[in-house]
């Protein structure tokens, strides 16, 4: 199947600053992607939809101002968490879809967990 | 309501039981499904998509209730590697791709 990479797998920071994660679509064209959060035992949450050459759509609750997302080509969407707290702690998921006739499939990257102290 | 609802688990088992998950989803305009398997610390993997007509991979059977928006997975013949959480998903809404996730049943098999 296809394959989502993201970068960095695990990232600690200090409380205040920016951090930036990647998600790219390694052998396929993703005009959109998406970007979830999951706090422990809880089940993954959509954040935004991330589409190419556009600005991103929020999902109710998350703030626009506060997670930049830039979908700047057919294979790459980054998403920035700024003026990290320690409540952003998390693990942060994207994932791309690829269709073709009478298919549809959506591939998960394996996911960045964010540490904030 | 949310839109996809499963049972809370966990699930305990010994080797070779057999272990059956429910869910049922609110949105009766919706598209795709599927059964996703997530390990801890781990991304979600695509397990089996389920279709109308239920299917069968191995050991695992979806089934899919469009009248009552009820979806199974039934694991027979459970092995220690079945471990994980299991999210039933669904595809739908007005976005392309825009997939809507249970909450997830933990399951432990044990020997």
């Known amino acids: 199947g296809a394959v989502v990479s993201q970068h960095p797998s695990r990232v600690i920071c200090k409380s205040g600053t920016s951090v930036k994660i990647e998600c790219r679509s390694l052998?396929?064209?993703?005009?959109?992607m998406f970007w979830y959060r999951q706090f422990p035992k809880q089940s993954l949450m959509l954040m935004a939809t991330?589409?190419?050459?556009?600005?991103?759509?929020?999902e109710q609750g998350v703030e626009k101002d506060k997670f930049l997302i830039n979908h700047a080509s057919l294979t790459l969407s980054t998403l920035t968490v700024t003026s990290a707290h320690p409540e952003d702690s998390s693990f942060y998921i994207c994932?791309?879809?690829?269709?073709?006739?009478?298919?549809?499939?959506?591939?998960f990257g394996p996911g960045t967990r964010l540490t904030v102290t | 309501r949310k839109e996809v609802e499963q049972d809370p688990g966990p699930f305990n088992v010994p080797e070779g039981a057999t272990v059956a998950f429910n869910c049922t989803y609110s949105?009766?305009?919706?598209?795709?499904f599927f059964w996703y398997r997530q390990d801890c610390r781990k991304e979600p993997k695509l397990l089996m998509s389920?279709?109308?007509s239920g299917n069968e991979d191995g050991r695992f059977t979806a089934q899919l209730n469009r009248a009552s928006q009820y979806i199974s997975l039934l694991i027979r013949d459970s092995k220690l590697s079945d471990s994980a959480t299991y999210l039933c998903?669904?595809?739908?809404?007005?976005?392309?791709?825009?997939?809507?996730f249970g909450r997830g049943t933990q399951l432990t098999v044990w020997p």
């Open positions: 949105n009766s305009a919706s598209q795709s």
């Open positions: 991330s589409n190419e050459g556009s600005k991103a759509t929020y």
């Open positions: 994932s791309a879809g690829e269709s073709g006739p009478g298919l549809y499939e959506q591939y």
């Open positions: 998903v669904v595809l739908g809404g007005s976005t392309l791709g825009r997939l809507y």
């Open positions: 389920v279709y109308s």
């Open positions: 052998d396929f064209q993703a005009t959109t």
